[in-house]
């Protein structure tokens, strides 16, 4: 059985590093990246402060497909190219909305969220799809987010086995 650490009143980069090290052994002998993903899910849901939707999409085509998440209920598909998540996945880098009723094209999925992050998976520079964190705070996300879940991603990636993605 893995015990979350707290990361309750760490400063930001102190929790994101807790994080990755607890992600770093929660992986340790899993090679299975839904699996993986899964549990990623779980606990960035559990330990991030004012977060109500955390899941991933996976790329399938030319559309990103839900995949393990923790939450409401979620938007299924999503065009490449469309809404936040979309829009990280073309353009290959993370993407922090402050105030989603602002982004052109923004998806709402939840009518509750008021702000975003969307990291994406790159692996050995092939697309595989993004990390979407939700949350019902306005400007909850900045730029060290975007970097501590850049890490947290890493982990999974380097731990993890996707080969059942289609190429």
Not at 48 to 64: D, K, P, T
Not at 93 to 106: A, C, I, K, L, S
Not at 118 to 144: C, H, K, N, W
Request: aromatic content about 8%; some cysteine.
């Amino acid at each position: 059985m893995h015990v979350l650490a707290a990361t309750t009143g760490l400063p930001k980069d102190a929790a994101y590093r807790e994080l990755r090290a607890q992600f770093a052994a929660l992986f340790a002998g899993e090679r299975d990246g839904l699996a993986n993903a899964a549990n990623m899910t779980a606990v960035l849901h559990e330990t991030m402060a004012a977060v109500n939707w955390v899941g991933f999409y996976f790329v399938r085509g030319s559309e990103l497909v839900l995949g393990p998440f923790q939450g409401k209920l979620a938007c299924v598909r999503i065009p490449v190219g469309r809404g936040v998540c979309g829009t990280a996945a073309a353009k290959r880098e993370t993407v922090v909305v402050t105030d989603v009723h602002e982004f052109p094209g923004h998806i709402a999925c939840d009518a509750a969220s008021r702000s975003e992050i969307v990291v994406p998976l790159i692996q050995a520079g092939r697309l595989l799809g993004v990390l979407d964190v939700d949350s019902p705070e306005l400007a909850r996300f900045d730029r060290d987010d975007g970097i501590g879940l850049e890490a947290a991603v890493e982990v999974l990636l380097e731990s993890s086995d996707f080969g059942w993605l289609a190429a």
